[in-house]
Every structure is written in structure tokens, then in C-alpha cells.
């Protein structure tokens, strides 16, 4: 069965600063992979995701993750963060030949002025 | 395009009441989904269904029931709501068979069960 894993429940950085959100999964084959955000109250919104390819993939809002497959890890990074970008950030997994995603329990990232 | 809409947006129940949460989408989507979302848990799969006509069990199916009542509409029924399914229950969509595609959610529906 896959599973993913969100070491950091929390994070508070500096606007401006750069972030790196970690995300590791464990799947037996090569994954698709998926990076959702969730404001506050609000649904949730796809990033980016990887299929297959270039291992750095770009999404919306500067943001880009790199999936490592010798690290089981597909980590979100961005370089200049906005107070804009406080929000809970989800890593997903799902396996080719399926229909479900499993979500790993999310970061909140908090921005400090 | 409305793309998914849940109803309702919150809702409070007593213990063994039962309720129906709704969720159409008007994307033309296949396979459409419930989760429920609780703190540190990130969202866990309830059930889904991967085309018009079927349904098939997530992670957390026990305490609810979901018909797949057309193309467009997926709902979710809980028949005696139990404290331990206060939560945020979300509906999503996707377009093609298969994990290749873009799950899209809805803005989700809070409940609490009292």
C-alpha cells in the first residue's frame, strides 16, 4: 500500500525568505505525485504534479518541487515566499494503475511580516 | 463553469440523526470522490466512485453509504451520525480513468455532530 509522509506539521518563515516543504512516500513503482495548497476555509488547489519526465516540475504561484527517486521524496520548494502563501500545503501519491490519492496529514506554513 | 459545488456549507447534528451531503460537478468528470479531513490526518478516502454506475470503499467507509445518482452528482449519506464523524468532508472530481488526472475538490462541508 502507498503511504506519504509530511515530517513537518508546522513551519513559520519570513516573507521573502526561501521554503522547502519536505514530502517522502512509499510506493513500489514510480509514482504520480501531486502537490496541493488549502487556504484557510477554503478548498484545495493543485500546485504541480509529476507524471513522468523532468524530475523539477513548475507550478503555479513560483512554486516547484523535484522529485528524487533514490530519496522517496518529492519535496515542494519556493524561493521568495509571500504572506500570501500561509496556507496548509498537502503532498499526494497515486499509483498508475489506480484511481485514489493518498494525502500525507500536511504542513501549515505560517509567514512572518 | 461552477466546476464542484458541496451543499450544505456547515451543518450540526445530534448523535443518530442521519443527513445527506451533495456534490454535483459540471466538468463532464468520470470518477468522482468523498474524503474527510481531520487535523493531522490530511484527507483520508471514504468512497469513490470511478465511472456512472459505481461506487467502491476508500479508507474510512464504515458509518457511511454514497449513491451515484448520475454523471453529475455524488452524494454521501451518514444514517445515524455518530460524534467521530465531526469533521470537514470534502467531494472531488477527476476526468480520465486512472491516477494520471487532476483530482478537483470542492469547497467542503463542516460538520459536527453533537
Known amino acids: 500500500a502507498q503511504s506519504v509522509t509530511q515530517p513537518d506539521i508546522h513551519i513559520t518563515v519570513s516573507e521573502g525568505a526561501s521554503l522547502e516543504l519536505r514530502c517522502n512516500y512509499s510506493y513500489g513503482a514510480t509514482p504520480y505525485l501531486f502537490w496541493y495548497v488549502q487556504s484557510p476555509g477554503q478548498g484545495l488547489q493543485l500546485l504541480l504534479k509529476?507524471?513522468?519526465?523532468?524530475?523539477l516540475v513548475q507550478g503555479i504561484k513560483g512554486f516547484e518541487a523535484e522529485f528524487k527517486r533514490s530519496q522517496s521524496s518529492f519535496n515542494l520548494r519556493k524561493p521568495s515566499v509571500h504572506w500570501s502563501d500561509a496556507a496548509e500545503y498537502f503532498c499526494a501519491v497515486g499509483a498508475r494503475a489506480g484511481n485514489m490519492l493518498t494525502f500525507g496529514g500536511g504542513t501549515r506554513l505560517m509567514v512572518k511580516p | 463553469n461552477a466546476g464542484v459545488t458541496q451543499t450544505p456549507k456547515f451543518q450540526v447534528l445530534k448523535t443518530g440523526q442521519s443527513m445527506t451531503l451533495q456534490c454535483a460537478q459540471d466538468m463532464n468528470h468520470n470518477s468522482m470522490y468523498w474524503y474527510r479531513q481531520d487535523p493531522g490526518m490530511g484527507l483520508r478516502l471514504i468512497y469513490y466512485s470511478a465511472s456512472e454506475g459505481t461506487t467502491d470503499k476508500g479508507e474510512v467507509p464504515n458509518g457511511y453509504n454514497v449513491s451515484r445518482l448520475n454523471k453529475r452528482e455524488f452524494s454521501l449519506r451518514l444514517e445515524s451520525a455518530a460524534p467521530s464523524q465531526t469533521s470537514v468532508y470534502f467531494c472531488a472530481s477527476k476526468g480520465v480513468a486512472g491516477a494520471a488526472d487532476t483530482q478537483y475538490f470542492g469547497p467542503g462541508t463542516r460538520l459536527t455532530v453533537l
Open positions: 509529476y507524471f513522468s519526465g523532468d524530475t
